[in-house]
């Protein structure tokens, strides 16, 4: 990924791509609360996850009229929030000090991740390459297939399961383990902001030399901002673990782990390894994800 400095590009185009995209988020949560009105006999569960489907067919609209995908990016960090307002709405506007630790959470979260992605976004004619690579692979399947099941339907239906603890937290009695849960969520944010601050820093440093980043807390982990987000998604799933218990839910953060690993790391290391071949030291050195584990690495000389 390449340095961006906002100020070198043409505010006009910024301004409008940031105007269209709020105006289609706009219409995407309207048209996904409105829906909840037409189904008002279902459970509330089934309410929320009816919306959140709406709304992510109207971005997908979107997405297909403007040739980009990257319409959907800020969806995973936008949502949850709409789903948390939903439950505090639900339950009579409840803000009990258990629910004001989880609005923390999760608002803190989002505004990280949504500032980070307008930081880095760069307008409409940008597109994000993992898209382009499916659109290029995929051929005629890749508009059904890639784009509406891959990019935009299931990221949807992951967040949402692992949002379901936010319901539990609306009848738990604030047990150590809740607050601990809140701890990890936040612990979590903050490593990434962390990384990805050094990852900016090391970007301005180094605008045009293919090097790998090996200071700080990428020192421990090759991907310490997908550490940080998967953290926050164990710290939400502790926060409703005394509700719910050792339910289904408990596979919500394991499918979102599981994901980081099993897909999103290894497409970006592919990717990273066409342009920096060291890269492959690298990997002998740190861990792939776990700074614990190259921390014991180091500690007993394997």
């Known amino acids: 990924m390449k340095v961006l400095i906002l100020n070198q590009l043409p505010m006009t185009k910024r301004t409008k791509g940031f105007l269209t995209v709020l105006g289609a988020y706009t219409l ?6 409105y829906s909840i009105s037409l189904v008002t006999h279902l459970g509330d569960m089934w309410q929320i996850l009816i919306a959140d489907v709406v709304a992510t067919c109207v971005i997908y609209g979107f997405s297909v009229s ?30 009990t000090p258990i629910i004001i630790l989880l609005s923390i959470a999760v608002l ?13 976004w760069e307008g409409l004619h940008h597109e994000d390459w993992r898209y382009i690579d499916m659109r290029n692979s995929m051929g005629k399947q890749f508009q059904l297939l890639g784009n509406f ?3 935009h339907m299931y990221p949807t239906l992951q967040v949402f399961f692992c949002c379901m603890p936010i319901q539990q937290c609306f009848n738990s009695n604030g047990t150590p383990l809740m607050f601990l849960g809140f701890i990890v969520c936040i612990i979590g ?30 020192n421990y982990s090759r991907h310490p901002n997908y550490y940080g987000e998967i953290l926050f998604w164990w710290g939400l799933f502790l926060m409703g673990f005394e ?7 408990f596979v919500a953060p394991i499918t979102m782990t599981i994901l980081f690993i099993g897909a999103s790391i290894p497409w970006i290391e592919i990717k990273i390894l066409r342009t920096r071949p060291e890269y492959k030291e690298y990997q002998k050195r740190v861990h792939i994800l776990f700074p614990e584990i190259t921390i014991l690495r180091r500690l007993f000389g394997k």
Request: positive net charge; charged residues 15%.
């Open 243 to 249: 509700s719910a218990g050792m339910t289904y839910l």
């Open 149 to 151: 099941g891959g990019i």
């Open 66 to 95: 403007y040739k980009n995908s990257s319409f959907y990016d800020p969806y995973w960090s936008v949502i949850p929030v709409f789903i948390l307002f939903f439950w505090i709405w639900k339950n009579n506007y409840t803000m």
């Open 189 to 218: 944010v903050l490593y990434e902001i962390i990384s990805d601050k050094q990852l900016y820093d090391f970007r301005i440093k180094h605008p045009t030399e293919k090097k790998v980043i090996e200071t700080g807390l990428w």
């Open 28 to 33: 995407a949560i309207f048209l996904g609360a």
């Open 108 to 120: 803190f979260w989002s505004m990280r991740l949504t500032s980070n992605w307008m930081k880095t």
